[in-house]
């Protein structure tokens, strides 16, 4: 009697090779899929110093696929204080593991199979055709697959295609950000945040400040950053302004480090002198390129539509008081390697039965950071 045949592995492409794309690669993989990994930049990526609070879900991938550990996988905040418009501040123990973009990215890079990940090649269309989907790239050439993962952030083409009449929503506040080198920090700044997730409320915004790995991931004391994150309210006619770099190039999600105007920094900078406490007046002084994004919200009705389905920023935006943008990427791949293990070679099934935890998440991700957000930014409202 002859052997059955092996199921033929279900070929997939995600398009974007950020974190959310990574994770859904690499658990896809695990789940026994065909990947492709393609990303629309022709470079490898860089952090632009962003920092990240380790979650739950980004741990699991981490020690899954032995890339770090607790001890590894960023710096850790022994206390949470909140500082007084003198400075002060009363430190209480607060356990938190601090990571960053660029350690994370690195870590799952390295993970992901260099010959499935597929640098300068931006997924421009696609098509459904009978149990798939054929995509077009940029430079003309199409691709069939049995599955399309839209993980290309929060500038998704894939979700324009499926949902063109979902556009992201500007908030009413942006996040200046920058990072401070601990080597150059000096005493009196390390001596108030080193090792303590740090804030301050003033009226109608908030600054908070953690210790992040340094730019290739470094966790050893003099090797790390000081992060930080302030929260400032710019009416909506005036953000195109704050949103042109010094280019003269108006950006839709980020004016990157070494591209916000030097005269809106300087303005910042004295709005920070009079509004912060001295500690944070003094952070936002010592950081040579600050930057700054739009806090936006977006919600998608569906995250799967035939043999196409969205994760991470693609499909919702939180706002950043949640602390889970990125867990949330994580937590949608892991979902969609385990319903895709649990119904092998049946992808409509998987898809049916990931969907409707991943939506819930994410709708509720969008009403807690609202909330958040808004109960710093607009009181009272």
Request: glycine letters at 10%; one cysteine or more.
């Amino acid at each position: 009697m002859a052997q059955a045949k092996p199921p033929v592995p279900a070929k997939v492409i995600v398009a974007g090779g950020s974190l959310g794309g990574l994770a859904a690669g690499l658990e896809l993989l695990s789940a026994g899929c065909d990947v492709s990994v393609l990303e629309r930049s022709g470079r490898v990526l860089d952090d632009r110093g962003a920092g990240i609070v380790m979650q739950a879900e980004t741990m699991h991938l981490l020690r899954k696929y032995k890339l770090a550990d607790e001890h590894t996988a960023g710096v850790w905040s022994r206390f949470r204080q909140y500082l007084d418009p003198d400075g002060h501040g009363q430190p209480a123990p607060s356990q938190q593991l601090m990571t960053s973009w660029g350690l994370l990215y690195g870590k799952l890079r390295s993970a992901f199979p260099a010959e499935r990940y597929h640098e300068g090649r931006a997924v421009t269309g696609f098509e459904a055709v009978e149990d798939g989907v054929t995509i077009t790239t940029a430079d003309g050439r199409t691709e069939r697959a049995d599955l399309l993962v839209g993980a290309d952030g929060s500038r998704s083409a894939i979700r324009q295609a499926m949902f063109p009449a979902v556009k992201p929503s500007y908030s009413g506040y942006v996040a200046w950000r920058g990072v401070v080198p601990e080597a150059a920090a000096g005493a009196d700044l390390l001596r108030v945040f080193a090792n303590r997730f740090t804030f301050f409320q003033t009226e109608r915004s908030h600054i908070l400040c953690y210790l992040i790995p340094g730019p290739t991931g470094e966790v050893g004391e003099g090797q790390r950053r000081l992060n930080w994150v302030w929260y400032w309210n710019v009416p909506e006619a005036d953000l195109p302004a704050v949103m042109t770099g010094r280019d003269g190039r108006e950006r839709d999600f980020s004016v990157p480090p070494g591209q916000a105007r030097p005269d809106l920094v300087e303005a910042q900078r004295e709005i920070a002198r009079t509004r912060l406490a001295k500690p944070f007046a003094d952070l936002v002084e010592a950081t040579a390129e600050p930057f700054v994004q739009p806090i936006l919200d977006l919600a998608v009705p569906r995250m799967a539509v035939g043999r196409v389905c969205l994760v991470g920023d693609a499909a919702f935006i939180p706002r950043p008081h949640t602390a889970a943008s990125t867990s949330k990427a994580a937590g949608n791949a892991i979902a969609l390697g385990e319903a895709i293990t649990r119904h092998p070679g049946d992808l409509d099934s998987a898809l049916a039965a990931w969907e409707p935890e991943q939506l819930e998440l994410g709708r509720d991700l969008g009403r807690h950071g609202k909330m958040l957000g808004d109960r710093s930014q607009f009181p009272g409202r």
